[in-house]
């Protein structure tokens, strides 16, 4: 079956620009996560969302960053004034509940984000 | 807080070797330990993962990996590498803080499989 899809795959934009960042998990995923990857590092967390709501946020590096869920489903991450240090791989995860007993979290292809 | 490390930058190993990628850990209580796969240009595939039970886990691809509660050691092996092999390896533990699942990477390990 499909597995998660995010896009745009790559992003690149100006200093001060605001970006959105789309992530579209597997049906049936009430689970969703955003982590970043910088260059030469692993993923760090950035949130969770169980089903519409973000049960944890406390990845989010600064006030900039902003991630919604309406429907429950495709997520995206908003980021507002962009910085240099912000250029990284963004990936989306998702998988079956959250919480509780684990559930194998399956990535997207990650979208590169470039701020010049 | 809940760590893993991965020691080694690289691996090299020639192609029919066997391979071993080293992780260790540090966790409060039970861990939850994890092995993906990093192509270029990709996003990260599950190889497999520790939750309980046979301290030997098998995987994806030929891979398994030796759960080790008193060296808090989470070692990616296979018994015999491919050149397809080649890719970055990460490690990974569930934090489970507030009853989530999200997870923990170590920076990653390069394995270079040469002909």
């Known amino acids: 079956g499909a597995g998660v899809s995010q896009t745009p795959s790559n992003k690149v934009t100006e200093k001060g620009k605001y970006v959105e960042l789309r992530c579209d998990p597997i049906?049936?995923?009430?689970?969703l996560y955003w982590y970043r990857q910088s260059l030469g590092q692993g993923p760090e967390f950035l949130i969770y969302?169980?089903?519409?709501?973000?049960?944890?946020d406390s990845g989010l590096p600064n006030d900039r960053f902003f991630a919604v869920r309406p429907e429950g489903s495709v997520s995206t991450l908003k980021i507002q004034r962009t910085e240099r240090g912000d250029s990284a791989v963004y990936l989306c995860?998702?998988?079956?509940?959250?919480?509780?007993?684990?559930?194998?979290?399956?990535f997207g292809p990650g979208t590169r984000l470039t701020v010049l | 807080a809940q760590s893993v490390a991965q020691p080694e930058d690289q691996v090299n190993v020639a192609e029919g070797n066997p391979l071993t990628v080293k992780c260790t850990y540090s966790?409060?209580?039970?861990?939850?330990l994890f092995w993906y796969v990093q192509y270029p240009n990709r996003g990260l595939q599950f190889l497999l993962k520790?939750?309980?039970?046979?301290?030997l886990v098998k995987g994806s691809y030929g891979f398994e990996a030796e759960f080790n509660k008193s060296q808090t050691s989470f070692h990616l092996k296979k018994p015999s590498a491919l050149v397809s092999d080649s890719a970055l390896y990460f490690c990974?533990?569930?934090?489970?803080?507030?009853?989530?699942?999200?997870?923990?990477f170590g920076a990653g390990t390069r394995l270079a499989v040469h002909p």
């Open positions: 995860a998702s998988s079956l509940a959250g919480q509780g007993q684990f559930n194998t979290q399956y």
């Open positions: 049906s049936g995923h009430t689970a």
């Open positions: 969302f169980q089903g519409t709501g973000a049960a944890d």
């Open positions: 966790v409060s209580g039970n861990p939850y």
């Open positions: 520790y939750i309980t039970g046979d301290n």
């Open positions: 990974a533990v569930r934090d489970g803080a507030g009853g989530y699942n999200k997870l923990i």
